[in-house]
């Protein structure tokens, strides 16, 4: 049979989760769908976060690809299991499945590994041409019950070749106005942190669009929030600065954004400038710990000196700040997770986000838990960042558990929350959906605390 029709689905977490309350769906199907629609395939898009998934009619498609994240993973299989007993033909990608392939195919036909964009096309080519699926780049599939992992490609995707990414295809947004207002200027990462899977889906090697691909597809958003969803948006400050310097010489400065960043954006005035005039609104910044040798052990390349300048820099220019923490590692203790708030409290930080230190797949974390017997359980549903899965080395995960939520809970306070300068709404805004997520998540996982005491 050719393959004419894709459908092509993002699978949800079953679980409240730190991003419960924004609807951010991530890029790869958009991309994939821009794509693969540019070949002449027809494709829909489907986004469990967004509307629910109908198996009945999935079987109308020639192919299924599923794309999921660790936490997410455990649907994407049970969906996978569905169709593959209706004869349907699957395949997943995603971080998760990407390092744990000989699992994933238990629930699928095929796994693309890393990147999908040109991995995908070529594979669905080779099929529909009855061609050797042997020497297509980075794709995993059993032969005879034995698991075939095919070389990853050394070629990155060209991001000034990608398509734009595509939402049309998703039914469940009633029209453009509904689109997700994301926008990816690059992908990459050269800082290899220990507990990030970054690098090991989309390399070291920073890649970019232009700065005309990304201002034309910014040009309908203009009026609304847009987020970047680099991993660090400034990645290379001169091609950033290129592009804001752009977008204000040609009047497309967006109502306001948000993007990711590392501390070493606020050694940049010119940069900080920048981002000020272009409405950058909000920045997400991985702090990542106050403990020295933390960050040395997470091999993070900054200093907590460094990250109380970066904080004065950004607010200078009155840039928001979410400062993310990852908290677990083997020079912490209970006292450093009540440091870390006092941190974030004293240093005014606006939102920030607590996470136990988690052993994603393809990680080095992930490699040295395994090593060290230190994984409490592989019940995927419970890797999102906010559910300790580890023994750390100077608390029991019953303390690193508790600690997290309820100095998340310090900082999520309703009198915080109403001190803020109610100019700045927003700041209010979040720092209510904060307190709320967080006692929800308490709640909802009470059982998971009565586990956390007996191991």
Known sequence: MKIKSIALVETKAVKTHVFSRVYLPRMGLPF???????LGYEVETFFQEKAPVDIDYLRGFDLVGISSLTSTVNEAYRLGSQLKERGKLVVMGGPHVSAMA????????YVVRGEG???????VAKMNGGGDLSDVPGISYLRGGALVQNPSSITKVNMEEMPQADFSSCKAFKGPEEYPAQLMFSRGCPFDCSFCSVTTTFGRKYRYKTKEQLIAEMAPMLGRTINFIDDNFAANPRRTKD????????NKVPRRYSCQLRIDAARDEELLGLLKRTNCRIAYVGMESINPETLKAYDKGQTVEEIVASIKGFKRYNIGLHGMFVLGGDHDTPQTIKDTTDFAIDAGLDTIQLCALTPFPGTAVHAQMTAENRIL?????HYDGL????????????????????????FYTLPR???INMQKRWRFKYRIAGRYLVNRWKEENAAYFDYLKTV
């Not at 994939?32 to 540019?38: E, F, T, W």
């Not at 300790?388 to 939520?405: A, D, F, H, K």
Request: a negative charge; one cysteine or more; aromatic letters at 6%.
């Open 387 to 410: 559910h300790c899965v580890i023994r750390p080395t100077r608390m029991t995960p019953y303390e690193l558990q508790n600690g997290i939520i309820e100095e998340m809970r310090r």
């Open 102 to 109: 000989e699992e994933a195919l238990r629930h699928c036909d």
């Open 417 to 419: 929350a109403f001190a």
């Open 243 to 250: 592009l804001l310097r752009t977008m204000i010489a040609e």
């Open 377 to 381: 359980h592989k019940d995927w549903d």
């Open 32 to 38: 994939l769908s821009g794509l693969m629609r540019s």
């Open 117 to 123: 964009e040109a991995t995908f096309a070529e594979m």
